[in-house]
């Protein structure tokens, strides 16, 4: 069953007598339960987007209904049954406020969810244990450090047990514990409570780690939907790196690569600085076929490694960009309605390891993402 589903969602933005079509009608379907994650370059639209299915930004045109209520025709039924966290703003964040205790603000947000006294209670003791807030419940809340107060904000998105919560890049700023404890959290949220998630994030580790499935947006239009591994395997296959033992012997690299390019698991090899490298299906399945033709010529190897392609090259490969950078804070909407800049766009993709795609961050954008303004 779609908990989400949104239809032709877009937005416009008109500033100084220039439109900013930041939305240009996107199609959402989320299951319920799901976890999915919203991945694009700063400017392409995420937060706009998640602004309007929290109904805190009205549509320009298109439909959705969400956690079953009608996204135009009933915002406070979708108000009730979801929970936002709203993106930082540089060190300041959204949804808290200065004056009050960490404890005043968890068991605020209850009240104003009609949750009762003693369960918002036992709920704010849970998330302070589970956030590790644990000792900050009698502090002020502008007393917090930056990754603190992101905890506390993600706390208040979840005292009401909602039934979908949004989060608006719920890990830039913490520290690497801190994200992998959120990442445990909201696999738990989902595994216990069934809540359904929808994130986004600059992340592509996190985006792997620990999303079922993947919009990404570039310049307000969805480019491609899919399962991690789907969208890695769309870009370009594994790659296999093999070098023939005495690489100095370039007969017998030679005679490996006529071999191997004629196995039906390989697509494509080329003979890269004296080692070979197949681009192949499924590195898995094709490993013991190619070991199986190399030793059945009598060639023995010295090295084999295989990798896949990162959330990044699938990036690049979609949107021309790469999602891998390092500059600090990205533009801020100045309401000009200037495209942020993507800086260090067409960095390079990255070394293509193993492991999926290392963190790498935009920074943080001064979007909006106060709740209730527009
Ligand atoms: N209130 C606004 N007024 C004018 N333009 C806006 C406004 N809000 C967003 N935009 C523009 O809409 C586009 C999409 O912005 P949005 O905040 O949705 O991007 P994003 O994908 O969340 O980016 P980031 O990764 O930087 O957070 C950008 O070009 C932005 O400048
Ligand atoms: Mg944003």
Redesign the pocket.
């Known amino acids: 069953m779609a908990i989400i589903e949104a239809r032709g969602l877009a937005?416009d933005?008109?500033?100084r007598k220039r439109t900013?079509?930041?939305?240009r009608g996107v199609d959402i379907t989320v299951a319920d339960g799901e976890i999915v994650g919203?991945l694009?370059?700063?400017?392409?639209?995420?937060?706009?987007?998640?602004?309007m299915l929290t109904t805190l930004?009205r549509p320009t045109a298109g439909t959705a209904t969400v956690a079953g209520a009608d996204l135009l025709g009933d915002p406070l039924g979708v108000r009730k049954r979801i929970g936002f966290v709203p993106?930082a703003i540089g060190q300041t964040q959204g949804g808290t406020s200065d004056n009050s205790l960490v404890i005043e603000e968890l068991l605020d947000q209850g009240t104003a969810y009609r949750v009762g006294r003693e369960e918002t209670r036992r709920r704010a003791a849970a998330l302070i244990d589970q956030l590790d807030l644990g000792g900050l419940d009698q502090r002020y809340v502008k007393t917090l450090s930056g990754g603190q107060r992101r905890r506390l904000e993600i706390a208040l998105g979840l005292v009401h047990q909602p039934q979908v919560v949004f989060l608006?890049?719920p890990t830039t700023g913490l520290d690497p514990q801190s994200r992998s404890n959120m990442w445990e959290h909201i696999r738990r949220l989902r595994s216990e409570l069934g809540t359904t998630i929808f994130l986004?994030t600059?992340y592509l580790d996190e985006a792997d780690a620990l999303c079922d499935r993947l919009f990404v947006?570039d310049h307000?239009v969805i480019v491609a939907v899919g399962t991690p591994d789907e969208l890695k395997r769309r870009v370009s296959g594994d790659v296999v790196t093999l070098s023939v033992n005495g690489a100095a012997n370039r007969g017998a690299t030679a005679e490996a690569k006529s071999l191997l390019a004629v196995s039906p698991v390989v697509r494509e090899v080329i003979v890269a600085d004296g080692a070979l490298r197949l681009t192949v299906e499924h590195g898995e399945e094709a490993l013991p076929v190619l070991l199986r033709t190399l030793d059945g010529a009598g060639i023995t190897m010295s090295a084999i490694s295989l990798s896949r392609p990162t959330l990044d090259d699938v990036f690049l490969t979609l949107t021309g960009r790469s999602l891998r950078d390092d500059s600090p804070g990205?533009?801020?909407?100045?309401?000009?309605?200037?495209?942020?800049e993507l800086a260090g766009a067409g960095a390079s993709a990255g070394g293509q390891a193993a492991t999926a795609g290392t963190a790498g961050t935009?920074?943080?954008?001064?979007?909006?993402g106060t709740a209730g303004k527009?």
């Open positions: 937005r933005f008109t500033s900013v079509h930041a939305v919203f694009g370059p700063n400017g392409a639209g995420k937060t706009t987007t998640l602004r930004l993106q608006d890049e986004t600059h947006i307000g990205g533009a801020g909407h100045d309401g000009t309605g200037d495209e942020p935009v920074g943080t954008a001064g979007t909006a527009e």
